[in-house]
């Protein structure tokens, strides 16, 4: 098997040069952080579980027409994805008060807010990732008004489809945090939604018992969080296979490029 480049480890996720130009790939580890990593831990079965998770829901987004840099997941950890270059931002939408906005204006947790909020913070670990606003973010050029129109326009639009698709598994969509990245086409450059969409940075609560399905079980030492992490997948019906517990493996690039060599089957009529 030949060897990867690794380009990037993160704090839940390591990326990889991909096997063709363009592409990345995304490798999903147990680590937990919290706190701007001052609190570390592990999950375990985590990236097996988000890596299911992310890609069930930028599928749906890609069927919705929300461009993605998801193209497929190649196994248990590991899926492949575009490269992009990152817009240094993390969009959080928000429909019930939660977390850091009712530490920071005093509304009580679980207190529905008058309408989705999006709230823009700057991608910028050492600065504790600070929140932004729009004049910041323009007058920083960290990203163009263009961009920032259509980022907000995903963001609901992910936001309205994700609020009916965990209704339907008996969750509430609290809130959650999105990253998008630029692919260039020659002169011209288009945004894309990055990362991944999972329990680690969606609040997730059950709408009968309000139980937490997230990953503020580990932020706030609550105990059950490999559980938690299941509970969401099973609901969307993810874990049905039994090979879905079982240890991650990494892409062989050398029978991945020989597969790719295969000729494409003709679409069906
Ligand atoms: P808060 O600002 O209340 O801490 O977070 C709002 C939402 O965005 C939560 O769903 C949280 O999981 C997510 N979020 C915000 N910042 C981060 C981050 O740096 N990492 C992750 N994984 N999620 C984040």
Redesign the pocket.
Known sequence: MSRRRQIYEGKAKILYEGPEPGTIIQYFKDDATAFNAEKRGTINGKGVINNRISEHVFTRLAHLGIPTHFIRRLNMREQLVRQVEIIPL?V?VRNVA????SKRLGIEEGEMLPHTLIEY?LKDDALG?PLVSEEHIAAFNWAGHEEMQDIAAMAIRINDFMCGMFAAIDIRLV???LEFGRIFDGDFSRVILADEISP????LWDFNTGEKL??DRFRRDLGGEAEAYQEVAKRLGLLQKEDDNSPGEVLDMDAHRSRLRQPVPKPKK
Do not use: L, P, T
């Open positions: 993390e959080v939660a977390g850091s906005i913070y990732d809130d959650f945090k680690d940075n969606c609040r997230d990953k």
